[in-house]
Structures are given as C-alpha cells and as structure tokens.
C-alpha cells in the first residue's frame, strides 16, 4: 500500500502540541452553539485539510467520503425528529421545524469539524514522531511507547493476512453467504486466526525487544529529538486567527437568523 | 572459560506431564562454534533462551538450576523474519538498540551505518522501509541489530527456516564474516551451509536428553541412524533415503482424457500489472509437475491465478472445459498454501478434514469413514481431537494436505510444500503426494528444491520474469551443480 506524501509545515509541528491543541480545540468546539461560528471555523478547518496536509487530492477526496456519511447520520435524525415551533413539514412521525432543521444541520457540522481536525492530525503525524514526542515532551514511559510503536507495524501485516485468509476460505470451497449468519461466520472465521496470530507476533516481538536490552535500559537516549519550533507558533496563531475572524463573522455576516440552536 | 553454561537444569512448561529437561548440563567454552541438533519438538529453542537468560527473565518458565552462566553481552537472532522489529524504518530499528545502550544521539547516524555495512547491506538513505526488504535482507537486518549490541556470544535460533535459497546463503555467508571472533550456538536443521563453521555439535534426543556431542566428524559417521530419526538434513541424506527409496517416476497411459490444465496464451495479474503470461502449456493427468524459478518470477502468480484468486485472461481449460463454466474451483483442483496455519477455519483436526465434505452435505456416515481414512493415510488419527494449532510443524502441514485433498480432486496445486520441514517430513510429504500422483492426480508445485525436481518430478516448468522458458519432462532437465 502506497501512502506516500509530501511534508507541510503541519508535519513539523511538535506532536504533542499538536495533539493537545486539538483537544483543547474540541473542547472549545463542544460549546459552540451559534451555528454560522461553528460553520465559519468548519471552513478555517476545511482550509488545513485540503491545502496543507500534503496528501494528493484524490486521496483526500476518498478520505473526505465518510465526512458525508457522519454529516447526514448525525444530522437527520434531529432535522426530523427534534422539537420545535415553526413548522415546515410534518408527515406521520416526520416533524421538521425551522429549529430541529439548524439544530441538526450544527449536529452535522460539528461532527465534520471532529473528524476534518482528526485526519489532519493523523494524515500529518508519524506515529513514531508522536510517541517519541510523548516520551520526551509529556514523560510517556518508554515502556508504552515502544509497545504501541510495535503495534502499529502489526497493522499492515494483518492487512496481508487477511488477504491469505480470503484466499484459503475460497480455496477451502466456501461460498459466500448472505446476511446475518454469513456475516456471523465470516467474522468467526476470519478473527480467530488472524487474533491468534497476532498474539504469537506480538509474543514474538516482545522477546525480541527484550534481546535487544530493551528492560535493561535505566535511561536511554533518544535517535530523534523533538523539540518547538515558529511551526507551532505559526499553528497556534493560524488556530487563533481562524476563531476570533469565524467569532467576528458570525456576528456580522451570519448566514442563519439563529444564534442559538439549543431548544430553551 | 566456559561463556555459558548450565548445571542440573530442570525445566517444565506448564500444563506439560512431563519435565521437558532433567538434570540437565551443557557447557560452551569461549570462542566456540556450537550446532544444536535435535527432533523438532525436543527443546532446542527452550535451551538457547536459557543460555541467553531470556528464560526465566522475559519468558516466565518454571525452571531450576544448580548453576547458570549467562553470556556477559550476547545478541539473538530470532526465526520469523517480521516478528523481530519494533520499528518501521531500517535506521529506526538499528537506533532503538542504540538508545537502549545509551549511544549518544550524535553518534547514532555513522553506528548505523557501520553495521548496515559489516552486513552487507548499503542502501542510498538508511531512512528506508523495513517492509520493502527481502526476507534475506530483513534477517541481515537484525543481525547488524545485533552487531549494535557488540555481543560475545551471537545466539541463531534456525535463523534461515523461513528464508529462500538466495536469502539462506546471503545470511550464513554473512554471519561467517562477522562471527571469526565470537561465540556462536546455532539451532539449524538445514546443515550444509555452516557445517564448516561448526567446530562442536550437540546431539538432543526426543526427551531433551543430549545423546551425544563432540566433534561433527564423529557425529556424522557414528550417530547417522539418530540424524535419521531426527530428521537433520545431515550431508548425504538424499544419497541415503534413494538407496532405501526409489521414486517411481513412470506415468501411467491415459487415454482419451483431455489434459488436465491447458493454458494457452494465459496471463495471471496482481492488481493491474501482468505477472506471468504462458503461450501454451499442459498438465496432464498423473503428471508431477515442478514450477521453479528465481524469486518474483510469477510462481505463486500462477498458481493463485489457476486457483482462479486472482484476476486472469487468456484461454484456461481444466478437464477440457472452459474455466469461466467452473463456479466453485474448489470442486475441481486443491491449493496448498505456504503456511498451513492459515489453512485452518475449524477448531480440531478431525473437522477441518471433514469441513469441506460437510459443506456439502454429505450423509455424517460418509463422512466419518472418509475422514477416518485420511487421518489415517497422513499420520493424525491420535491428533484428531486437538486443535491445528497445538500441531507440530510437519503435522500442521500434513492436516492442511489432507484437509484439501479430501474430496479427491484430480489437481493439486501446491506451494512449497516441504518449505521449512525437516528431513523426515519432507520426505513423508513427498511419498504421499506420491502416492496422490499414482493414483491418477496431476500435481503443479512450487518449489526452490532441486533435489525434488531431480527425483520426484515428471516434468519441468522454469519461469523466468514471468514467462514460461523452458517445459521439459524432468529426465531432460538439466541437472544443476548442487549449491555448495
């Protein structure tokens, strides 16, 4: 599998920075309830996403499908079933108003801001900056850092196992089944092998990390050094610009009447 | 000076009976050069954790000793070329050594480096995938991981069981050149690649008892028959099973019968790209037919593409018929896979022979008879209530023959087969697909094995860059020096 991109300055901000910026970031997100600020931050994010990750833009498109799926899941159900006065249609269980139609369209914006701000992080970090990043700025113990590290490099080998496995069922002559109980046997037959030989590999590892006096280490050095950089200023303030000028926004030029969508 | 040792060493895996050793002792001097031979199953690996201290450190294994002399600095270098890195990256993998030596980080870029270079392996930046190598490489890999360690005492527990011919003689001829100046214990059941390393070998009986040591001279004309029963590919083991043995290679005459396979102008893909195209070829009933060739030459390819496991083109007939009116392959041909385990879909042997014939609703009557058969034919019948995955190696690939071959299809498609079995096994592999051939299969296997190509094969199919270059009946293949 080819993942290959290139480097953005997103990639040179310091992981855990990054990583708790967007916690905060979430948390602030949380609380927002003026729908034009919440859709004027989603474009200040949107922004990151398509220009600044460094993925080609055919991938981010395949990436970005889901976003559709989380925006009409999370938002239909409240378009439709959510309270409110003003009414636009009502049809059997069906009610939508003016305000379950704003409420569920922030619902649907928030759960796109979420996931637009997650594959950012995870389209720019390696996993092996964020953990080295982890021990040196937030004391992570190597102990877990290196085990999660090792875990990752499972992943691609399951991917490849999975595709024998496909293979030795169809060869085993069985035929693929429909519905509930093909999807029950499917699971059955696929997770047990490939869990059982993740844990041999994951035993198998671990002893070879121990070979290579990984236990005995009191203290060790690190091959790669994180540290700041202007990058994290620059993404702090980019962060900053983009809130305050969506706040501003919101509050002169806002698309919707509503400033409010909670149902008081 | 002994460098590592035991004394009166008792050790039992739990829920085991029995001790796997008892009073046990072992000694290995400085300098010396150490094979450890043995039946599979006898405890070679369990040994060289001890002598490492891995065992009782890491792996918690109920053990007791008078003495133990673990090595001062030692590195170890595992069997499965994927399961012994933690990290993504070639200088990633090296450095986590590094650091937990506590080189200084400035040093780490010219260690790294330097090691790569005392393997063999130059690449243009050190900053490369780990998943990109070849096996061979990834096993030369982890020995500079371990030349990191600056060890006394290199521990090789069958560091080339899972590597081709090419990466088995990168990876020996490696560790001659680097281990003049080291202690060396090597578990290995392929010998002849290092024989001339060894100045010591050690003899493990079934019951991890050493049955003898000393000098190999004297173990190899004075323990020949325990060799046997343990299944060691001592030099000279072919010359010895054909004295006893001769493969009937004679097919029989069949007539009127459509070959088998017949492909003609035939392409097998991955993905978009052709991997292996065939003008014309044919395979016909009681044919034993080896597919070699160098590694990426489109073997598996073409197996996988008979199979019907991957995207095909071209005219494919299997008995006569158009491959596009076969809906369930299955029916016609049996695939067997490299590594059995994944083979499996039952949770006993006795099921996983029956599984297929149980998809097909057969009376349970039938079933048991037929299955009761196999089990018989390939050894299982005491394993049959066992899980596949307590088998041992070689019973793990016997189930996954029997478990393909029950419903008897008239082709058998198999993958390196004997890949990674001792002696013992493979030849019992080889008499029973034998036997399969005999009674009217055609068989299409993979192998990088000369010596089965030059006793056991009806015919010849040398791939190279994925074309068919040479389709000859075995007598006419030329015999190729045998690797020294």
């Known amino acids: 599998m080819d993942f290959s991109h290139q480097e953005t300055w997103l990639h040179h901000i310091n992981p855990s920075l990054k990583l708790l910026i967007l916690v905060v970031l979430f948390i602030q997100i949380l609380m927002i309830h003026n729908i034009n600020f919440l859709l004027n931050e989603l474009i200040g994010m949107l922004i990151l996403y398509l220009f600044f990750t460094g993925h080609p833009s055919k991938r981010l498109v395949l990436i970005s499908l889901p976003f559709l799926l989380i925006f009409l899941t999370s938002s239909t159900s409240m378009i439709f079933f959510g309270k409110g006065e003003t009414t636009w249609l009502h049809w059997g269980l069906v009610h939508i108003t003016e305000e379950s139609f704003t409420r569920g369209l922030h619902l649907g914006f928030r759960g796109i801001v979420f996931a637009v701000l997650g594959v950012v992080f995870a389209l720019t970090t390696r996993p092996v900056f964020l953990f080295y990043s982890l021990m040196q700025q937030l004391k992570l113990k190597p102990k877990f850092a290196y085990s999660f590290m090792a875990a990752v490099r499972l992943l691609p080998l399951m991917a490849e196992e999975m595709q024998t496995l496909n293979h030795a069922l169809k060869v085993r002559g069985v035929q693929r089944k429909k519905g509930i109980t093909g999807f029950y046997h499917k699971l059955k037959s696929y997770s047990i092998p490939l869990l059982s030989q993740s844990i041999r590999r994951a035993h198998r590892i671990a002893v070879a990390m121990e070979a290579k006096r990984f236990s005995e280490a009191k203290s060790r050095t690190y091959y790669y050094r994180l540290g700041f950089s202007k990058y994290d200023g620059l993404f702090l303030i980019y962060l900053l610009g983009v809130t305050m000028l969506a706040y501003y926004m919101a509050v002169h030029f806002p698309y919707f009447s509503t400033t409010d969508v909670r149902y008081l | ?484």
């Open chain 2, 1 to 484: 000076m002994n460098i590592a040792s035991v004394t009166n060493m008792r050790l039992k895996f739990p829920g085991k009976e029995s001790l796997l050793f008892s009073d046990f002792s072992l000694s290995i001097k400085e300098g010396e050069k150490v094979l450890i031979l043995g039946p599979s199953g006898c405890g070679k690996s369990t040994l060289l954790q001890v002598l490492s201290g891995l065992i009782p450190k890491t792996v918690d294994v109920p053990m007791k000793a008078d003495e133990i002399t673990v090595p001062h600095s030692w590195g170890y270098l595992f069997q499965d070329p994927d399961a012994q890195f933690c990290m993504p990256y070639v200088d990633e993998e090296i450095a986590f050594v590094l650091e937990n030596l506590e080189v200084p980080r400035e040093k780490m870029p010219d260690c790294i480096t330097s090691y790569l270079r005392q393997v063999g392996l130059a690449f243009e930046n050190n900053h490369t995938k780990i998943s990109t190598l070849s096996g061979g490489m990834k096993q030369r890999l982890a020995l500079a991981s371990v030349l990191a360690l600056e060890p006394e005492v290199i521990f090789l527990d069958e560091p080339t069981a899972m590597l081709d011919p090419d990466g088995t003689t990168q990876v020996w001829d490696t560790i001659k050149q680097i281990g003049d100046d080291k202690t060396l214990i090597i578990i290995e059941h392929k010998i002849d690649q290092i024989v001339d390393v060894v100045d010591r070998i050690i003899l493990l009986g079934k019951n991890g008892n050493i049955i003898a040591e000393g000098p190999k001279q004297v173990i190899f004309e004075g323990y020949k028959q325990k060799l046997k029963e343990a299944g060691i590919w001592y030099p000279g083991v072919w010359d010895d099973y054909l004295e006893e043995n001769q493969p009937d290679r004679t097919i029989e005459p069949v007539n009127n019968q459509p070959p088998a396979i017949t492909l003609s102008d035939f392409s097998g893909y991955r993905g978009k790209k052709e991997i292996v195209h065939i003008d014309y070829a044919e395979a016909r009933l009681g044919e034993w037919i080896t597919v070699i060739g160098e590694n990426g030459a489109g073997k598996s390819t073409l197996l996988l593409a008979l199979m019907n496991l991957v995207q095909s083109a071209g005219t494919y007939d299997i008995n006569g018929r158009d491959h596009k009116k076969v809906t369930n392959f299955a029916e016609e041909m049996a695939f067997v896979f490299q590594n059995p385990e994944y083979q499996f879909v039952t949770n006993s042997v006795y099921d996983e022979v029956a599984f297929t014939l149980r998809l097909e609703k057969r009376e349970e009557a039938e079933i048991s008879s037929r299955v009761s058969d196999s089990l018989h034919f390939y050894q299982l019948e005491e394993e049959q209530d066992n899980h596949p995955y307590q088998l041992s190696i070689g019973q793990k690939r016997r189930l996954s023959v029997a478990a393909s071959l029950i419903k008897d299809q008239p082709i058998l498609l198999l993958d390196e087969p004997t890949f990674g079995q001792d002696a013992k096994n493979t030849f019992a592999i080889l008499e029973q697909l034998e036997q399969v051939r005999k009674r009217g299969a055609a068989i299409l296997m993979v192998t990088h094995d000369t010596k089965v190509v030059e006793h056991f094969a009806t015919r010849v199919w040398q791939l190279e860059d994925g074309k068919l270059i040479k389709n000859v009946p075995a007598s006419e293949y030329p015999q190729e020096p045998v690797h020294a």
